[in-house]
């Protein structure tokens, strides 16, 4: 299904040439010629289709997708690739449904980057919160992982954060949260978030962390 909704464009930050895209229920697409051409990449990837394709600012190598379809199925999760999404493997298995979730759900941490490890190490996702008519989950929840995205621990569920936008600054390692609820910070890898901006929050500026919204 060609045809299905395409639902999240990224690029790589260190090579403008790769790019990633990633429909509701039909595949996962990379490109390595600026969006003019693309092919499936979807080796490993038991889930229909991918949501909140982030790519390590550091290393093109290193990419999460997030495995979604129109229903909670097994298959669905956090996959990583280390070869530039020639292949995958699941790190996370989630029985989320996120085939409409159109929101920047990963944050790599730039202050993270180790030249041995090749990458940034901390990674967050923000698991989506909307609740289907064919179920997935409905609660809030922020994983962090350590190792570039090979583990992951849950490390917030405080319902204010539900279905957040998230933003990870580049220098600071600062992560920042956004939802109807206002635009919350935490200093403390995601243990604790503060309010710092009432009004909803429809969207972050990456580059800078700066954000477009109303309030």
């Not at 980057?113 to 809030?140: A, P, T």
């Not at 957040?164 to 600054?169: K, L, S």
């Not at 635009?183 to 995601?190: A, E, I, L, N, Q």
């Not at 009432?198 to 309030?215: A, F, N, Q, Y």
Request: hydrophobic share 30%.
């Amino acid at each position: 299904e060609g045809c299905q909704w395409m639902l999240y464009i990224s690029f790589a930050y260190s090579d403008g040439n790769i790019a990633w895209a990633g429909s509701d229920v039909a595949g996962i697409y990379r490109s390595k010629d600026a969006g003019v051409t693309w092919e499936p990449a979807t080796v490993g990837i038991r889930a229909s289709a991918g949501a909140g394709i982030e790519v390590d600012p550091t290393n093109s190598d290193r990419v999460i997708v997030v495995g979604v379809n129109s229903g909670p199925f097994d298959e669905n999760g956090l996959y990583l690739s280390t070869d530039g999404g020639d292949t995958f493997h699941r790190t996370l298995q989630m029985n989320i449904v996120g085939h409409r979730d159109f929101r920047p759900q990963i944050a790599w941490d730039m202050s993270s980057y180790d030249e041995d490890f090749g990458g940034c190490k901390v990674v967050y996702w923000s698991r989506e919160s909307k609740l289907y008519k064919n179920g997935g989950y409905s609660d809030c929840a922020l994983y962090r992982s350590d190792d570039g995205g090979e583990n992951w621990e849950l490390i917030q569920t405080d319902q204010k954060l539900a279905g957040a936008m998230i933003f990870c600054d580049p220098g600071s390692g600062d992560l920042y949260a956004g939802n109807e609820n206002g635009t919350f910070v935490s200093r403390d890898g995601g243990k604790n978030f503060e309010l710092i901006l009432d009004g909803e929050w429809l969207s972050p500026d990456r580059s800078e962390g700066r954000r477009v919204g109303k309030g």
